[in-house]
């Protein structure tokens, strides 16, 4: 049974995977992430969460009439990748699970569905 | 009085495995040094973090306490192994946050304590104690006045400006604010750790959709005694009629004497 700990393992398993990171949203921490060189765990967390907050609230605004519920957020730069999906709990705001991927080694659409497959192992 | 902080320092250093009380404010639960559930008074535990969810019914979790502990409750599957841990991880941390900066008031060390829904997630002492003061820098970044923190939540009646952007967390908090609960009170109402609560009234603040905190009531006047009415208040203690006397008869001497000085001075 896959836990908060150890489902990274599971996200680095994905091709082309660079960094894994688990972000809990409501208080921006990182709650767990993969051994990455030179990456502060604590401030990208806190970056990404920003992200994604503006990101909804942007959404929401242009979407008048509609809830927006960001399923997942997919930013593509000239290196790679950046893949985050929300996961939502039933206790807390939700969890976020985000990687990194490689541009050249990488499978969007494998990305994507090896993603999906991890967080519903993770939470009901 | 040390502070507590240190002192699970020291007890993280001798991989202490045990419960440390600290008076009523809550418990720390520790195994080899390293902390695996915390108790606040003031916040909701995991437990009912759980069950406000609605993910596990408050009997369900009985039973597991009483027999079973955690691997029974994953076994019925009503809670996955990264729920539970995610639970237990949220309510710990909500608790050091509230738990850790005041001093410990007779805190007491019981070696081999332990609790039931500990072991779903092991903190240094030092990494709790970093997000603290990240958490409470966070706080600090958005609203930079605490004053809200312990006041009771008072939505402004109107808001400033046209339109309002709300995240979940900020509208459960003005659906129940009720004038009176405190954000703590707020968060055991709703079931959400006291943090996030915290972390949604001082963004409504910085919004601008807070009232401000009532200063301290100004002492009241103390009621004016009976007595010292004026003269004219019906209700004023009765005066006898005419300039004061004083029934003193070293004056009557007094003025007989200053009397018969005048006349011979003439």
Known sequence: ?124 | MTSLDTLLAGLARERATGALRVGRNGTIFLSEGRVTYMECAQTPGAERLLAAGGLVTEAALRRARADGGCARLLEEGCVTRGELQYAVLGAVLDAAFFLLPGVGTRPKFRPGEQHWLGGQWFFDVAGLVRECARRREQLARIWPSADLDTAPVRPVPCPPGQSVTLSKAQWEILVRADQVSTPLELARQIGRSGYSILLGVRRLAAAGLLAPPEAPALPKRARRPEDRRPPHDPRAAHQPLGPQVTGDPADLALLLRLKKALEELT
Not at chain 1, 17 to 33: E, R
Not at chain 1, 41 to 46: G, L, M, T, V, Y
Not at chain 1, 62 to 91: C, Q
């Open chain 1, 1 to 124: 049974m896959l836990g908060l700990d150890t489902c990274l393992a599971e996200v680095m398993s994905i091709p082309g995977a660079l960094d894994a990171m688990l972000i809990d949203h409501t208080s921006g921490m990182a709650v767990a992430f993969s051994t990455a060189s030179g990456v502060d765990a604590d401030r990208s967390a806190e970056a990404l969460t920003e992200a994604l907050r503006a990101t909804s609230d942007g959404l929401s605004r242009s979407s008048p009439g509609d809830y927006v519920r960001v399923d997942e957020m997919l930013i593509t730069t000239d290196k790679g990748h950046h893949l985050l999906r929300l996961l939502d709990t039933a206790f807390e705001g939700p969890l976020a699970l985000y990687v990194r991927l490689d541009m050249e080694r990488s499978n969007l659409a494998l990305a994507r569905h090896r993603l999906q497959a991890i967080s519903n192992q993770l939470l009901t």
